[in-house]
């Protein structure tokens, strides 16, 4: 590790070739899109800083994040600070698009997590932190909005510390003049700086009436790293004064251990802060040497690179966003997928927002944009040559908890729909396409309203592709409560050969989850052998819908008698008479809707457990139990029965009762009846869309 002197400058060592990669994380409108801005100005990456709400940031760069003045994917832009380079990646916030960081993590060196002193927003911080404790990713706080803070710097910690499993180190202290945060004290250095506009902060000397405050809180961030080095604990016991050598690299040493969270605080919007944050990522954020020995890649080898994001850009074709994990990668070079996919690099761009600029090859660390690796997804490494990459990092796909039917407004535009879902599933992987051929429908489902809503605008705005979209329908289905017996007799003569089927049957419930069972019970062969299966088929035939014009299940049907003709009889003629017979028999048997039923498990804040309480009863939902969410202090689960037909829009009153943070999982759990006005309801619609259909 290299050695610190007392400004926090590195005095020996390297950090290898190639820029450190940095994600910026951290909740929705947490400031992560500004901060990225002010770093890019203080590093003179811009001439001027621009703003969310104009609309001219580098990042947020898509016109749908700039609508809804939010992040929708991870944007890149570099800079050099100190003759070092790094590049940061600025990652969605909202827990919809969440998904995009996950990608993201497993090829970066640290993460800022960027948050503020506000306790309604520690839940959304805590899904962050542990998606980075998951990712066993190295971390520094960043507290924004310091300018506008109502509370003390140790009460927000203590708040923010209930989100992390990992203890937060305070670094900074503020400076308070008439209740405002005027500058601050860096309590490694011992010195205090004030805060200029868009601008380093000024040294000042160290106020005596800030002296007690100082000491004390430099002696609980001793104490802190004093847990993790004896000799550094021995010095305080004995009250010493630490060389300040030692300190620096015990600060880096600890986060580079994942043993503490750095906390620095500051104002994205005026620039406060930026500056002490870049050196500390200069001296303490590890490189790449320490990113591929955290995720397995061995030193050496052939280039390596890890796809963190994939888009389709019209008629420039598919880019990919990836890091050279290992070793240069050129234009033209042939590589190979972890998937086994084999593809030649047509082009690389480096990236500042939406801006490209065509460069011959990706260095080691770097990230780029490498275009035409058609078939290598977002979340694939590949590697030069035709051996296959080993996996970095596997990132499952959240569940998805919204789900729309869509369908083309313009007929013609089926063929491109299908083409365009493709291409847009590929890019977003939280995504899911499904056809449900029984009730016609193509469903998109996402991770919750405004992430459909994004996918929408794209298919319009991207692929010229317009699409209405519903509630999807339920998938109900009927069976028979008694037992019926009929008779289906088919006959024609038309001249030559006729037609003549004859059976009778009976019909019986069976219990749930059963399906459809054909029992044979002819005797005396009035019925021959030969067409037995027809019958059955007429009888499947039929079940497909049923009296109330849904497709039955649970239901026995039995061959006890018939007869044939010679010359006239066919397979046609009994699968014919099969269905009249089945025709005749369940209405006759008291036909009743059956609805399916989903188990959900739903997870929320301690705090929101009575709202999300009713809002599952007012679905008619059935609450089977509560209990606290296994390894999520201050966090709940539901676990409860929920028609499918209630489940459109839970999540977003859900979220609408938890601050943007509740989820659920769900899964089919049983058919149950479905009787009384909301039967009558259905059975009516459904009868209605059938008249229309014809």
């Excluded at 042939?334 to 761009?349: F, H, L, N, P, Y």
């Excluded at 083409?419 to 847009?424: D, G, N, V």
Aim: charged share 25%.
């Amino acid at each position: 590790m290299a050695a610190q002197n007392g400004r926090g400058d590195a005095a020996s060592g390297t950090r290898g070739a190639g820029p450190r990669c940095i994600a910026i994380v951290g909740p929705f409108q947490s400031g992560k899109t500004t901060l990225l801005e002010s770093i890019l100005m203080r590093c003179g990456a811009l001439s001027r800083t621009g703003s969310v709400k104009t609309g001219n940031t580098v990042g947020d760069a898509s016109s749908e994040a700039r609508a809804h003045q939010m992040s929708i994917e991870p944007n890149v832009a570099s800079v050099e600070f100190l003759g070092d380079r790094f590049q940061f990646i600025d990652c969605p916030g909202s827990v919809e698009f969440l998904h995009e960081m996950r990608h993201v993590l497993p090829a970066v060196d640290a993460a800022v997590v960027v948050c503020e002193a506000d306790d309604r927003k520690a839940p959304a911080l805590e899904l962050v932190l542990r998606e980075l404790e998951e990712a066993d990713i190295p971390r520094f706080l960043f507290l924004n909005k310091i300018d506008t803070a109502s509370r003390r710097v140790r009460e927000t910690l203590a708040i923010l510390q209930r989100a992390s499993r990992t203890p937060l180190l305070l670094r900074q202290i503020p400076i308070w003049q008439k209740g405002i945060a005027i500058g601050f004290i860096d309590l490694a250095l011992e010195r205090a700086f004030i805060y200029r506009e868009h601008a380093p902060s000024e040294i000042v000397p160290l106020a005596v009436d800030e002296s007690g405050r100082e000491k004390d809180a430099r002696f609980s961030m001793l104490e802190k790293l004093a847990d993790y080095d004896d000799e550094l604990m021995e010095e305080l016991l004995g009250d010493m004064e630490p060389p300040r050598d030692r300190i620096f690299d015990d600060l880096a040493r600890e986060l580079q251990h994942r043993h503490v969270v750095p906390v620095l605080i500051g104002a994205a919007e005026r620039g406060n802060g930026v500056t002490r944050l870049l050196k500390a990522l200069r001296h303490e954020a590890p490189g790449l040497a320490e990113t591929r020995g955290r995720v397995g890649i061995v030193d050496d080898g052939p280039p390596l690179a890890q796809v963190m994001k994939s888009w389709h850009a019209g008629q420039g074709g598919k880019l990919s966003l990836a890091r050279v994990m290992r070793g240069r990668l050129a234009e033209g070079d042939v590589v190979t997928s972890s998937g086994g996919v084999e593809a030649r690099i047509a082009g690389i761009v480096a990236l500042k927002g939406s801006e490209q600029n065509r460069k011959p090859a990706a260095e080691e660390g770097e990230v780029a944009g490498f275009a035409k690796l058609d078939g290598i997804g977002t979340g694939e490494a590949f590697m030069l040559g035709k051996q296959r990459a080993a996996v970095v990092s596997a990132v499952a796909p959240p569940e998805p908890v919204h789900t729309l039917a869509i369908s083309v407004k313009d007929r013609k535009d089926d063929v491109r729909l299908a083409a365009a879902l493709q291409k847009i599933a590929e890019e977003d992987t939280a995504l899911l396409v499904t056809q449900v051929p029984e009730l016609s429908e193509t469903r998109l489902s996402g991770q919750g309203e405004m992430h459909l809503r994004v996918t929408l605008e794209k298919l319009a705005s991207r692929y010229g592709v317009n699409v209405a979209s519903k509630a999807p329908q339920v998938g109900y289905r009927e069976t028979i409560r008694s037992q019926a017996n009929a008779r289906g007799r088919h006959r024609k003569q038309s001249g030559g050969h006729g037609q003549y089927g004859d059976v009778v049957i009976e019909v019986a419930g069976l219990p749930r989850g059963e399906g459809i069972r054909f029992v044979d019970k002819i005797t005396g062969g009035v019925v021959p052998r030969q067409y037995i299966g027809s019958v059955e088929a007429g009888m499947r035939d039929y079940c497909e819908k049923g009296p109330l014009g849904f497709p039955v299940v649970d239901v026995a049907v039995t061959l006890t008698d018939g007869s044939y003709h010679t010359v006239d009889s066919s397979d046609m003629a009994f699968r014919q008479a099969a269905r009249l017979a089945m025709n005749e028999a369940m209405p006759q048997a008291k036909p009743v809707l059956l609805e399916p039923i989903l188990s959900i498990e739903v997870v929320i804040p301690s705090e929101a457990m009575s709202r999300a309480s009713a809002l599952i009863s007012a679905r008619r939902g059935q609450i089977l139990g509560y209990d606290t969410r296994p390894g999520w202090r201050g966090w709940d689960q539901i676990n409860a029965l929920v028609p499918e037909a209630e489940m459109p829009g839970l999540i977003v009153e859900l979220r609408s009762a938890t601050s943007g943070v509740g989820s659920f999982s769900a899964r089919f759990d049983h058919l149950a009846e479905l009787a009384g006005k909301p039967a009558e309801a259905v059975v009516s619609a459904q009868a209605l869309a059938a008249a229309q259909a014809r």
